[in-house]
């Protein structure tokens, strides 16, 4: 059972363009949003987070738009650069049995062509 | 410069054998995460330690167990390992529960 559900599965933006990843889950109870960027050989590393009483979030050129409401949020990346070409996790935090956890949608994988 | 190292990038053993998958973080972190990721699925939560000597499971804790006993090391054991086990292995260390730090990952095939 996939708490987050993440999307699209993969993504090719031309150079400059803005790259969206969309993530929506149904458990209310997560507090924390954080998404996570995964290069070729690597593991992931923390890119940007941001509570639910926050709309958005922007660092550098990655933005989130959280909507409560719908329980959806999403990464933003403008003038999107071949450096960019990874795979986006998004995650959600919650507490289970009395421990918190990071629940983790299937992933992204962007191409950001030349 | 933050460090979570894991002892193989890459693995190949036979059905049944026994696996331990080691890691070890030097920034004196109290959580310890293993996870596998596959494709579509993402990461997916396998046991996690918020201590030493402790141990809780994930969501898809069956077929592995894990040990901790110093603070900087721990360790994913597969008992009896199986094909449907082959996958990519991450372990991740944080002493924020969100700001987690993995290692490059063990790429583990079992025949």
């Known amino acids: 059972q996939q708490q987050v559900k993440q999307s699209p599965q993969s993504l090719i933006v031309q150079k400059g363009g803005i790259s969206i990843i969309n993530c929506a889950y149904e458990?209310?109870?997560?507090?924390?949003f954080p998404w996570y960027q995964q290069f070729p050989g690597k593991g992931p590393a923390l890119l940007i987070a941001?509570?639910?009483?926050?709309s958005e979030k922007k660092e550098g050129r990655f933005t989130i738009s959280f909507n409560k409401s719908a329980k959806q949020f999403s990464l933003h990346i403008m003038d999107s650069q071949p450096g960019d070409s990874a795979t986006y996790f998004c995650?959600?935090?919650?507490?289970?049995?009395?421990?918190?956890?990071?629940?983790f949608g299937a992933g992204t994988r962007l191409a950001v062509h030349p | 410069d933050v460090k979570v190292t894991q002892s193989s990038r890459y693995l190949v053993k036979r059905t049944g054998e026994k696996v331990f998958l080691e890691c070890v973080q030097d920034?004196?972190?109290?959580?310890m995460f293993w996870y596998r990721q596959d494709p579509g699925l993402g990461l997916r939560l396998i046991y996690f330690?918020?201590?030493?000597?402790?141990?809780e499971k994930g969501d898809i804790p069956e077929g592995y167990s894990v040990s901790r006993e110093k603070k900087e090391r721990f360790s994913l054991i597969l008992e009896s390992a199986s094909t449907n086990q082959t996958s990519m292995y991450l372990c991740?260390?944080?002493?924020?529960?969100?700001?987690?730090?993995f290692g490059p990952g063990t790429r583990l095939t079992v025949t």
């Open positions: 330690s918020y201590d030493v000597k402790m141990k």
């Open positions: 995650a959600a935090s919650s507490v289970s049995g009395g421990y918190n956890k990071l629940i």
């Open positions: 920034m004196d972190h109290e959580n």
């Open positions: 458990n209310t109870a997560f507090d924390y």
């Open positions: 941001i509570r639910p009483d926050v």
């Open positions: 991740a260390s944080s002493r924020l529960q969100y700001e987690q730090y």
